[in-house]
């Protein structure tokens, strides 16, 4: 195109187009005028990044056996037999054995919250329908998955689905600054909400602004209504400030998330929600504390013998 007035006029509407259209899609969130769209993206180039992925990952089969996690009865068993079978077909290999002990997670924290999930890669980073904290996985709408269900890994909380199309979904991250998550407190079951704030601690709301809260106490959620888009009891994070109380009606502290959003790689959806909250189950086991040496000094009492010179206290380290 020439250099003209009449070519940069349309160059500055396109722009003024496009920022308009950001601005219309991240006010209207979940009822965004644009979603049709996304929707409509995410079934053209869906399957371009699912077929690119796949051809060249050879650990697609295996997480494919995965997409079932069972029925709600032995439903830990028929996961360990499951996992020790993608084991064996994975092998030895370090990048393939990262995976499994990826996969291995996944399924024990499944397995403890009595989640039905299904498996899935991440196989792409971002999304073109927008500026946010998102990933897209390999299944969508063929597979089952529809709008606001739970996704995880082996750590925790990973986000919800936000967009889906026949073979690919995206996924919010619980990161992004739109996402929210009600909370519950680990043991003291005080109530809170969860948002993002990017590659910075998640900010958590609790209800009570006179909670007893410090450093390294533990949060899950806490479940939506019909579990949906939060099933119950999924690892959050682990406190890492509290703002001073300052007699407000809601009290601020800061959240460290279990999952690394920069380094997902294996997800599972939840399809099947539990039959009952696991509350702090699926929470990992505190590490033990590392007992300190200390030294005794013990005096004994005794009398004093003439002409030894010794007060009859004697000292052991």
């Not at 709600?72 to 037999?81: V, Y």
């Not at 063929?142 to 606001?148: C, H, S």
Request: negative net charge; proline residues 6%; without cysteine.
């Amino acid at each position: 195109m020439r250099d003209t007035r009449e070519s940069r006029l349309l160059l500055v509407l396109l722009i003024a187009v496009a920022f308009a259209l950001i601005t219309v899609d991240i006010r209207g969130g979940e009822d965004s005028p644009v979603d049709g769209a996304r929707r409509a993206a995410a079934t053209v180039f869906g399957p371009i990044e699912d077929g690119v992925s796949t051809a060249v990952d050879p650990i697609g089969n295996a997480i494919s056996a995965v997409r079932d996690s069972g029925s709600r009865h032995d439903r830990l068993a028929a996961l360990e037999k499951e996992n020790a079978e993608l084991k064996a077909s994975l092998g030895s290999d370090d990048r393939n054995q990262s995976r499994v002990d990826q996969l291995d997670k996944m399924l024990k924290t499944a397995a403890n919250g009595q989640y039905g999930i299904k498996g899935a890669e991440v196989i792409a980073i971002g999304a073109a329908q927008g500026f946010s904290w998102t990933v897209t996985i390999d299944i969508g709408t063929d597979d089952g998955i529809t709008r606001d269900m739970t996704v995880l890994n082996g750590d925790g909380l990973v986000g919800r689905v936000t967009t889906v199309g026949p073979s690919t979904a995206t996924v919010l991250l619980a990161n992004d600054p739109d996402f929210t998550v009600g909370t519950r407190m680990e043991a003291t079951d005080e109530l809170g909400f969860a948002s993002g704030q990017g590659d910075r601690p998640l900010r958590v709301e609790l209800l009570n602004g006179k909670a007893k809260v410090k450093a390294g106490d533990r949060l899950v959620t806490f479940g939506s209504q019909a579990d949906k888009p939060f099933v119950p009891g999924v690892p959050v994070g682990v406190v890492s400030r509290v703002d001073p109380s300052g007699g407000d009606l809601t009290r601020t502290i800061y959240v460290k998330p279990f999952v690394a959003f920069t380094q997902l790689d294996i997800v599972g959806v939840v399809v099947q929600p539990p039959r009952k909250d696991p509350r702090d189950t699926v929470l990992p086991a505190k590490p033990k504390a590392t007992p300190t040496p200390t030294v005794t000094v013990t005096v004994t009492p005794g009398a004093d013998e003439p002409g030894d010179g010794t007060d009859g206290q004697s000292q052991e380290q």
